[in-house]
């Protein structure tokens, strides 16, 4: 089995064990290690965090570490929202919509100026980081919460700037399956 094989294979596997959202999971006293888990409970976090190192990668020179960080900045901006009690109305189809978005991009290939790439991360960063900091408003600690949060964030982007690098000039073939699967869960947001 070649490494495209491997790779779909464990893409798959993956995408089939997790649950569409995980919002429901949440501990209510919060803490590093319930922020930490937050992305890898959820399909769509997972795959929009992992969609924007590929993107980044594919991207090209400083975007490779401009757009998670962005990404990064403006998901931490969102949970302070969250923990203030600001919630904006369809936020999980943000959410969803970002993985159909980062799957489009990653599929066509085509560069796009830093100028219009950081602030459409950042757009859909803003939504995740509100759904995580709506359910921990409650939270004991939940500062600690977004740096768990923000660490799990770093280390689901470095893998996927390591797709982008294992698939090498394949990172294209990445995006179909972002992009079905983000079909597929804005399609169970607006049922």
């Known amino acids: 089995m070649n490494r495209i094989s491997r790779l779909c294979c464990a893409f798959l596997l993956t995408a089939s064990a997790l649950p569409a959202m ?28 992992v969609a924007v ?8 020179r400083s975007s490779t570490w401009r757009l998670p960080l962005a990404f990064c900045a403006a998901m931490a901006v969102g949970a302070a929202l969250g ?13 969803a919509a970002s993985v159909f978005v980062l799957g489009l991009a990653i599929l066509t290939a085509r560069r796009v100026a830093l100028a219009y790439a950081l602030p459409l991360v950042a757009f859909f960063a803003l939504f995740h980081g509100m759904a995580h900091g709506v359910e921990q408003a409650p939270a004991l600690s939940p500062w600690w919460s977004l740096a768990g949060l923000v660490s799990a964030t770093m ?37």
């Open 155 to 191: 280390l689901l982007h470095v893998a996927g700037v390591g797709t982008a690098a294992a698939l090498h000039s394949r990172v294209r073939v990445a995006g179909a399956p972002l992009m079905i699967t983000g079909a597929w869960l804005l399609s169970r947001v607006l049922a």
């Open 22 to 49: 995980a919002h429901p999971f949440h501990s209510a006293t919060g803490g590093f290690a319930t922020g930490f888990a937050h992305p890898f409970l959820g399909l769509d976090h997972l795959l929009a965090m």
């Open 83 to 95: 923990y203030a009690g600001v919630a904006v109305p369809l936020t999980e189809w943000f959410i």
């Open 53 to 60: 190192g590929i993107w980044a990668v594919q991207q090209g």
